[in-house]
Every structure is written in structure tokens, then in C-alpha cells.
């Protein structure tokens, strides 16, 4: 059954990395690229603290703890515990992987990038997703990253699925730390 899977998940790959065009490399490499996000990360941030003043705090600390448990799982755990190469690295398909920036790490499951989006994302949109409809947008934002990590030739299908679903978990996780404590000291009101 894993091999049926793991072919299927090669496939899937080898078929979403062909579908590139010169142009759109670049554009791939930036929304892949960690650093070119930090203006975005800052002005919502900003939001943040204008729209929510004291409880900002609370809402940023939740989405750390997010990441930071999206981050950790994938890269001390999942990658080290199932060595699953990167596609880039992997020498039976490397010769076809359409290769937009250095391939990273050897191993690739599951998906950090997949991972930190998605908590974002999620933590957003169960604290704040009444009041702020928008915030579910941050989800198109998060796909995007995701596949991008497929089209610079970094991560299989399968990873960028995994990464997701450990970001939506730990994003969760963290919003029901957030929802203890908030009920503990009654911080929603700040």
C-alpha cells in the first residue's frame, strides 16, 4: 500500500513540478522564500495590535506557539523520523524535477513552509474569523506557499498535505490554550 501511494505521490509531482513556465519561476522562488514575507507578517501584526490593543498579545503569542509546534514537528520529528528524501535528492526521479532555487535539506516529509502557513492561517481564522471574515483569505495565501514548495521542486504533494494538516492540528491546539487562558483571566475584553 505505501508503495502504491508513494508512486501515485511521485506522480502527482512529477506532473504539478512540469506544469512550470520561465516566467513564473521567479514569482515561485519569492512566495517560497521565508524572508520575503516578514513585511506581511509585520503589517498584520500592526493590524493586530490597532484593531485589538492588549489582547494582540495574547492572539501574536498563540500564533508563535502555532508555528513553533508546526515547525518543530515537521523538522525534529516527522523529516528525521521518516527520511523521505526530497524530491530534488531523490535519484530515481532527479533528473525530471524541475529545480527553481537550492533543494534544501535532504529529507522533505513533512512540509515546514505547509506547516507555519496553515498555523497561521488557522489560528487567525478560528480567533478572529467571526469578526474579521477576511482572515479566511490568509488560506489562499497559505496554498499558494504550499505549492509553490511543489513547483521549485522541494516537497511532493504528500508533504505539502501532511505540513498543512500538522499546521491546522497545532494551530489548534494553541487556540484552545488561547481559549483556557482566556476564559482563566478574561483577557478578550482588553
Not at 520561465?22 to 484593531?51: C, H, K, N, Q
Not at 500564533?63 to 535519484?91: N, W, Y
Not at 492561517?121 to 480567533?127: K, S
Not at 514548495?149 to 516537497?155: E, F, K, L, N, Q
Amino acid at each position: 500500500m505505501l508503495e502504491i501511494l508513494n508512486r501515485l505521490d511521485t506522480e502527482a509531482f512529477l506532473w504539478l513540478n512540469a506544469q512550470n513556465n520561465a516566467w513564473l519561476d521567479p514569482v515561485m522562488y519569492w512566495v517560497s522564500d521565508r524572508e520575503i514575507w516578514f513585511p506581511f507578517y509585520a503589517v498584520i501584526l500592526f493590524w493586530l495590535g490597532w484593531t485589538y490593543r492588549l489582547r494582540a498579545l495574547a492572539i501574536a503569542l498563540t500564533i508563535g506557539v502555532s508555528v513553533a509546534i508546526g515547525d518543530q514537528v515537521t523538522s525534529s520529528f516527522f523529516k528525521p523520523t521518516f527520511m523521505r528524501l526530497r524530491p530534488c535528492h531523490e535519484p530515481a526521479i532527479d533528473q525530471w524535477v524541475h529545480l527553481v532555487w537550492e533543494c534544501g535539506g535532504q529529507y522533505g516529509f513533512a512540509s515546514s513552509h505547509a506547516a507555519n502557513s496553515f498555523g497561521f492561517a488557522t489560528v487567525l481564522t478560528l480567533l478572529l474569523g467571526q469578526s474579521q471574515p477576511w482572515v479566511r483569505l490568509l488560506y489562499v495565501w497559505a496554498i499558494v506557499i504550499s505549492y509553490s514548495r511543489i513547483y521549485v521542486g522541494a516537497h511532493y504533494p504528500l508533504d505539502v498535505l501532511a505540513g498543512a494538516g500538522i499546521g491546522v492540528l497545532g494551530a489548534s491546539l494553541s487556540v484552545s490554550g488561547y481559549r483556557f487562558f482566556e476564559n482563566q483571566y478574561h483577557f478578550k475584553s482588553l
